[in-house]
């Protein structure tokens, strides 16, 4: 069954650092999606991207970046340079093969000292 | 902005009281989504709909009943509620073209309701 891993519960650091949040996920499907979705202190659930397991490319949107790696069933996301306003709980997420939920992660929360 | 609302934003209400929680879209999406979000549980799926009329049970439906009469509402009832109904509940739509849709697809989610059963 898929599985969503994101060992950090926590993270703490100080704005401007680079701040690098673990995904491992488990899966048999041989093609697959992967997600972040980042969940604010104001509670809304933000979609961050998509990613097809086709892509093993980076991706990079300003700040944000991801670094998708097949071998090793990561899908690690990075901030750099971060903001107070990146504070926030931050889920990755993969489809279930059985049905049609989102297996996410426990998330991991974000803080971002001035 | 998926333009999903949810109704109310926050109840109160006593155990064995109904309750129904409302899911509205605006953009005719194919799939809908009913999720709970606990501490230490994450986020779990309730129930799903993948057309009008048509709903499928997730991994903790029991004690849920969905209904979608329409494409753009998806109403969530607890019958009786129990103390272990005590969540956020957030609504999800599934993004694709055409018919498309599933988990496959993009989640965008509403803003959740609080719900406190006491």
């Known amino acids: 069954a898929q599985k969503v891993t994101q060992a950090q519960t926590e993270i703490s650091v100080v704005e401007k650092e680079d701040v690098t949040l673990d995904c491992v996920y488990e899966?048999?499907?041989?093609?697959?999606?992967l997600f972040w979705y980042k969940q604010p202190p104001s509670g809304e659930l933000v979609f961050l991207i998509r990613?097809?397991?086709?892509?093993?490319q980076n991706e990079i949107s300003g700040r944000y970046s991801w670094n998708f790696q097949k071998s090793t069933s990561s899908f690690n996301f990075t901030i750099t340079a971060s903001q107070v306003v990146d504070s926030a709980v931050y889920f990755c997420?993969?489809?279930?093969?059985?049905?049609?939920?989102?297996?996410f992660g426990k998330g991991t929360k974000l803080t971002v000292n001035p | 902005d998926a333009g999903i609302t949810q109704s109310p934003r926050h109840k109160v209400t006593e155990t064995g009281t109904p309750v129904t929680l409302r899911c509205h879209q605006t953009?005719?999406?194919?799939?809908m989504y009913w999720y709970r979000q606990d501490p230490g549980h994450g986020l779990r799926l309730i129930h799903y709909?993948?057309?009008?009329?048509?709903?499928d049970k997730g991994e903790v439906s029991d004690g849920y009943s969905v209904s979608r009469s329409k494409t753009e509402d998806f109403l969530l009832t607890l019958e009786s509620a129990t103390s272990s109904q005590t969540s956020v509940y957030f609504c999800?739509?599934?993004?694709?073209?055409?018919?498309?849709?599933?988990?496959?697809?993009?989640?965008?989610f509403g803003p959740g309701t609080r719900l406190l059963v006491l």
């Open positions: 709909s993948y057309g009008v009329k048509d709903t």
């Open positions: 953009e005719n999406h194919r799939y």
């Open positions: 899966t048999r499907d041989t093609t697959y999606y």
């Open positions: 997420a993969l489809p279930s093969s059985r049905s049609e939920k989102l297996v």
């Open positions: 999800a739509i599934s993004i694709a073209p055409g018919l498309a849709g599933g988990n496959q697809e993009t989640q965008y």
């Open positions: 990613r097809n397991s086709f892509d093993e």
